[in-house]
T-cell receptor
Framework: AQSVTQLGSHVSVSEGALVLLRCNYSSSVPPYLFWYVQYPNQGLQLLLKYTSAATLVKGINGFEAEFKKSETSFHLTKPSAHMRDAAEYFCAVSDRGSNYQLIWGAGTKLIIKP | DTAVSQTPKYLVTQMGNDKSIKCEQNLGHDTMYWYKQDSKKFLKIMFSYNNKELIINETVPNRFSPKSPDKAHLNLHINSLELGDSAVYFC?????????????FGQGTRLTVV
């Protein structure tokens, strides 16, 4: 069955430091991959998505993610963290095996230290 | 103009009551969803409708009943509310079911059962 693993329920970085949020998925076929962000008391908002075009995907707010098939990973990065990046981040996957239903990771809370 | 709007934003009610949450999208999407997010931020899909037809009906108590009067609306009615129903409920929509289509989320309804 398809699954998504986000390593680390909490990630803490200093303002200006590199942000790296990890996402690994299990899928036997090329998947669609998504990163969503949830700011406090708000709904989820799409950051970026991979749909079998370029493996390096650029999203909003300076975030990007790289699809690595050999590692079944889709890690999210941002070169320099801002205080406003503090939020919950969710990785999700869909593919034929899940009837294209979105399978969600458990989320990673990004904490930014001043 | 809000893309996916749900009402109410907050709902506090007593055990045993019946309540409804309304959702409307003005994006012209064919597919709508209800998600439940628990206190640990874990997202669980409950229902999905495509063109007013139920296509995903996950294992939820039958006290939960969705209703889609038209493509733009998906309401959630909950009977005999229990303490464990306390959560944030999100409505979402997408152009089509799954695949590479992103989901657009409402702001959420925080339900507290006392």
């Amino acid at each position: 069955a398809q699954s998504v693993t986000q390593l680390g329920s909490h990630v803490s970085v200093s303002e200006g430091a590199l942000v790296l949020l990890r996402c690994n998925y299990s899928s036997s076929v090329p998947p669609y991959l998504f990163w969503y962000v949830q700011y406090p008391n708000q709904g989820l908002q799409l950051l970026l998505k991979y749909t079998s075009a370029a493996t390096l995907v650029k999203g909003i707010n300076g975030f990007e993610a790289e699809f690595k098939k050999s590692e079944t990973s889709f890690h999210l990065t941002k070169p320099s963290a801002h205080m406003r990046d503090a939020a919950e981040y969710f990785c999700a996957v869909s593919d034929r095996g899940s009837n294209y239903q979105l399978i969600w990771g458990a989320g990673t809370k990004l904490i930014i230290k001043p | 103009d809000t893309a996916v709007s749900q009402t109410p934003k907050y709902l506090v009610t007593q055990m045993g009551n019946d309540k409804s949450i309304k959702c409307e999208q003005n994006l012209g999407h064919d597919t709508m969803y209800w998600y439940k997010q628990d206190s640990k931020k874990f997202l669980k899909i409950m229902f999905s409708y495509n063109n007013k037809e139920l296509i995903i009906n996950e294992t939820v108590p039958n006290r939960f009943s969705p209703k889609s009067p038209d493509k733009a609306h998906l309401n959630l009615h909950i009977n005999s509310l229990e303490l464990g129903d306390s959560a944030v409920y999100f409505c979402a929509s997408s152009q089509a079911p799954g695949g590479g289509w992103e989901a657009f989320f409402g702001q959420g309804t925080r339900l507290t059962v006392v």
